[in-house]
């Protein structure tokens, strides 16, 4: 079966997602859950949750479950991340292993190890639009909640799912990627422990009946793709450490990060408008000056570029059109 392509991102150098359908919960339990609630009276209390179960009804169980349609062309992900070529090529195998047959795709969850800003949340997203799937992103250097993956209690006020049920029920995909970031950063204390519910996700096992404390429904989790980011191991608990595939990412090295910085000229160029109006190509002098960023300072500096290009009313970008200082910063954090 092939989805069309208003259903499917569709990067470049792929063709069509293969999908099948699959169901990530049993309308039976919903439904005598519901009744439940119905026999349990009027009580306002039930509302949210009573709201959770006609969703869940109404929208009913089956998400696509999905691949690419051969090995793909990784060549351009190879070019635009070149220090994640170890994590690509972990990438294509696990694809390999799904083609040509029935089964879906499985990917063993990864923690990706390295310095702030080389581009781990970026690599997330590239690779939820390699396989054709949806990205859910959970941040957990601000947040403290125990609940954030699992859901809290519905008899606590103002509780609500975690993030595991919105991605699979509400979202299209029983196999979405769901990035951990800053799981280094996760606080916790002895009452409440927000990587809790992991021990159990990341198991392919367990996964399959994932439960929710707010709808209290089994999950079929078993297809997530799961995506960790850290910039320092020591703060993760061995026993999630023990789950996942470590690649420690290091920083671009100069050339590198010129290859990283002209790619992202390129596609922001193109993903606008007003990059007709600009050369095809970046100035060389002007690549050398980004080199010494980390990735996600660059995209900032482009744009900043391209502003004052367009005030001096020039197609080419200057090194005198980026922020201030660009051109001074030393190569901190980054590979000689």
Request: include cysteine; proline fraction near 8%; glycine fraction near 8%.
């Amino acid at each position: 079966m092939t989805l069309s392509t208003d259903l499917v991102p569709q990067p470049q150098p792929l063709s069509l997602p293969v999908a099948q359908m699959r169901n990530v919960f049993q309308p039976s339990e919903v439904e005598r859950r519901l009744r439940r609630l119905h026999d349990a009276g009027g009580q306002r209390d039930h509302d949210p949750l009573r709201s959770v179960y006609e969703r869940m009804l109404e929208r009913g169980p089956e998400r696509f479950q999905v691949k690419p349609a051969g090995v793909p062309d990784m060549a351009g992900l190879y070019e635009q991340l070149p220090n994640f070529s170890e994590v690509l090529d972990d990438v294509k195998r696990h694809v390999a292993l799904a083609q040509d047959s029935c089964d879906g795709l499985e990917v063993t969850p990864m923690l990706l190890l390295g310095v702030p800003g080389i581009g781990k949340t970026h690599f997330a997203r590239q690779l939820a639009q390699l396989l054709g799937t949806g990205m859910s992103l959970v941040p957990m250097s601000s947040m403290t909640a125990g609940w954030l993956l699992s859901g809290s209690s519905s008899q606590w006020k103002g509780a609500r799912p975690g993030k595991v049920f919105d991605a699979l029920v509400e979202g299209e995909y029983a196999n979405p990627v769901i990035v951990i970031d800053e799981i280094d950063k996760a606080a916790c204390d002895a009452q409440y422990d927000p990587l809790g519910a992991l021990y159990s996700l990341l198991e392919h096992d367990t996964a399959q009946n994932f439960t929710d404390e707010f709808a209290e429904v089994a999950i079929d989790a078993s297809q997530v793709i799961w995506i960790t980011t850290a910039n320092d191991e020591r703060g993760i608990p061995d026993p999630i450490l023990n789950r996942m595939n470590v690649f420690e990412v290091p920083a671009p090295t100069p050339e590198q990060a010129r290859s990283i910085a002209r790619q992202l000229y390129q596609e922001i160029r193109s993903s606008h408008d007003w990059g007709r109006l600009l050369e095809p190509e970046p100035e060389s002098d002007v690549l050398d000056a980004l080199a010494h960023m980390p990735p996600r300072e660059v995209r900032r500096a482009w744009m900043t570029a391209f502003g004052n290009a367009r005030l001096a009313r020039r197609g080419a970008v200057e090194v005198a059109d980026l922020p201030v200082g660009v051109a001074r910063k030393g190569r901190i954090g980054f590979m000689q």
